[in-house]
């Protein structure tokens, strides 16, 4: 069960959204965080799920009236969870099992979040969207993948995809790989890659139904558009794409306008 407890976080209450501490478990009975921006105004009101990226700092919500509440989640060891973090470095954690995987926890983690958001009386369920960058792209296809409540999703410089082609082209995360195999002499490169399949975002992209925009940074180092487009290319439903040619690891913001427009057209949001 997830026995959500909110705690009031006043000093990021003053302008138009009650903001609160959210604490609920999630698989494994692991307590995961975010941050609620509940609206002030009243009615029922569609909802931004935000996932963060990789290792990325706890960050409050959108805190001036913009139509939409808001939900940040960190996933488990990270972010608002990392004092707890008995993961290491993530994604190489459970690399011996698929069921011990770290992201099998974490997947799970982006789907409580939906949970959280579709049970607060304020919220309208069918207007749900989700959004974030690096590893919150790829965990917004996650959750677009797994969850037909996502009606709207926004990922840019996704993370997470193409592993065997991405580790060819990048120096990062394929040197945490190589610690690994360091430190574990039996583990193989065969072996690895399998595990990795099952939590590989453009596997995962075809059960996407709902409407998806992506922005890209052409000159991306981290996450390179070959992976960005290896997961879109996927993606069966209504799509379309931004790229930025001067971005590295970042899109403009012209994007997020785009995303913003995207949101409201898709979920009916005048």
């Given at each position: 069960k997830p026995d959500y407890k909110l705690t009031p976080v006043p000093e990021a209450s003053k302008?138009?959204?009650?903001?609160?501490?959210?604490?609920?478990?999630s698989f494994g009975n692991e307590l995961i965080r975010g941050y609620y921006a509940q609206p002030k105004k009243e009615g029922k009101h569609p909802v931004i799920v935000e996932y963060m990226g990789y290792g990325s700092q706890p960050h409050l919500p959108n805190q001036t009236w913009d139509d939409f509440a808001y939900f940040v989640l960190s996933i488990r060891g990270q972010a608002l969870n990392l004092p707890e973090n008995k993961y290491?470095?993530?994604?190489?954690?459970?690399?011996?099992?698929?069921?011990?995987?770290?992201?099998?926890?974490?997947?799970?983690?982006?789907?409580?979040?939906?949970?959280?958001?579709?049970?607060?009386?304020?919220?309208?369920?069918?207007?749900?969207a989700v959004r974030g960058g690096s590893q919150g792209g790829a965990l917004s296809f996650v959750a677009a993948s797994l969850d037909k409540r996502v009606k709207a999703a926004a990922p840019n410089i996704p993370f997470l995809s193409d592993y065997r082609d991405y580790f060819a082209i990048t120096h990062w995360p394929r040197s945490d790989f190589e610690e690994y195999m360091r430190t574990h002499p039996e583990a193989q490169w065969e072996n690895i890659y399998s595990l990795l399949t099952y939590f590989d975002i453009k596997n995962l992209a075809q059960w996407i139904e709902c409407p998806l925009i992506m922005g890209i940074g052409v000159q991306d180092e981290v996450c390179p558009p070959h992976i960005n487009f290896a997961a879109y290319n996927q993606v069966r439903s209504e799509k379309c794409w931004m790229a930025f040619p001067q971005f590295g690891h970042s899109v403009g913001k012209e994007f997020y306008d785009a995303q913003m427009a995207f949101f409201k057209e898709k979920l009916n949001v005048k």
């Open positions: 302008l138009d959204y009650n903001m609160y501490l959210v604490e609920m478990n290491g470095t993530w994604i190489t954690y459970g690399l011996d099992n698929k069921d011990n995987y770290y992201y099998r926890g974490a997947f799970l983690d982006v789907v409580r979040a939906l949970d959280f958001v579709s049970s607060r009386p304020e919220i309208d369920a069918d207007k749900i």
